[in-house]
């Protein structure tokens, strides 16, 4: 967007600072508001809309960093950029600024061009995320929406097909393809919903007492078809018995499922053989899934649980992937504490894991 669709605020105590700066952001074609003190800073960012702030440490009553403080309670980071301005050299006030939830920072004396880049930056960082939100509110409904109707319909044919009759072999290929591949866009569009949700903090667990090994039979039931479909086995080494953990259910078997499912995509069709295993220590339980795939290239395996990674093994049934599930289980376990990770096997294939405390 251009200058003159943003709003800016700009704090401090300084008047000749503050009018340094407001007039240097008007000539670029800023719309400005200034405050001398946090409580008018206050005042205006309950009353306006701001799209960014500029804000002085140092300042009598409520300071920069209280100010900071307050603002973060009520804006997450992509919601409102804030610059800190500080004095040259205070590297201590700069890391607390940032530890506090501050965007970025310019030093005094303030080099004008230096501020302008920053602020521009940070607003497209804003616009950026505000385009995500977007995209994530028309695939949470939108998407979702026809979805489901199309998975209520494939319910309805195989509802019309008469009692005691069958569908031709044609028939029921192309509903199973049909709800097969529904599906699998369902789960992508889920991954992206998860993946928001956690980078925006706002992933809540449910935790309660579960039992893994059951988690793990329970997930292996509903990706079964999948390896059978490919001429897979998968075999289960589960250790009895398994000492509960506080854990969300749901979440810590959409991990299996994703790293399950991650096995089965990869791994050759045809007598190929996938290995669940779950092991108790005395401060964690431990989950595995083995495959005797290709293994990972030893560059990949730094970038395997990254957002988006584009990784060298391409999946042997022409799967498709969004590129997040292993993402969003590294979110998932370090939610709950744990660890994650994968190494390759001696023999051949990979072994992915994640822990959980007890």
């Known amino acids: 967007m251009k200058p003159e669709n943003y709003t800016l605020l700009a704090v401090d105590d300084n008047i000749e600072n503050l009018q ?13 508001l200034t405050a001398l003190d946090g409580s008018q800073a206050l005042e205006i960012l309950n009353k306006q809309q701001i799209d960014a702030v500029l804000l002085d440490i140092m300042m009598p009553r409520i300071d920069g960093f209280e100010l900071l403080g307050i603002i973060r309670r009520k804006y997450s980071l992509a919601d409102l950029p804030v610059i800190m301005i500080t004095a040259l050299g205070e590297s201590s006030s700069i890391v607390k600024a940032l530890q506090l939830g501050a965007n970025d920072y310019i030093t005094k004396p303030i080099d004008m061009p230096v501020m302008l880049a920053r602020l521009s930056t940070q607003l497209r960082l804003r616009d950026l995320s505000r385009l ?8 949470s409904h939108d998407l979702k929406n026809p979805l489901f109707s199309i998975m209520v319909s494939i319910q309805m044919i195989e509802e019309m097909v008469p009692a005691g009759s069958e569908m031709t072999a044609q028939a029921a290929s192309l509903v199973e393809i049909i709800g097969r591949q529904t599906g699998e866009m369902q789960r992508i569009i889920d991954e992206f919903l998860d993946f928001q949700a956690a980078e925006e903090g706002k992933l809540a667990l449910r935790p309660e007492k579960i039992d893994l090994n059951q988690l793990v039979r329970d997930v292996l039931d509903l990706n079964l078809a999948n390896a059978t479909r490919k ?27 994703n790293m399950l499912s991650n096995a089965i995509k990869y791994s050759p069709t045809g007598n190929s053989k996938i290995t669940l295993r779950t092991r108790a220590g005395e401060q964690a339980i431990m989950f595995e899934v083995s495959d005797q795939g290709p293994g990972l290239a030893e560059t990949d395996i730094p970038f395997v649980f990254n957002k988006y990674s584009q990784l060298k093994n391409v999946p042997t049934g022409g799967e498709k992937s969004s590129g997040l599930g292993l993402a969003i289980s590294r979110q998932m376990i370090e939610l709950h504490g744990g660890e994650i990770g994968v190494r390759n096997n001696s023999t051949k294939g990979a072994t992915f894991w994640f822990s959980l405390p007890i």
């Open 231 to 257: 001429g897979q086995s998968i075999s289960l080494e589960l250790e009895e018995p398994m000492p509960e953990a506080q854990a969300d259910r749901r979440r810590i078997s959409q991990v299996i499922s």
């Open 132 to 139: 995500r939100e977007e995209f994530v509110r028309v695939a």
């Open 20 to 32: 340094l700066i407001s007039l240097r952001l008007k000539i670029d074609g800023y719309n400005v």
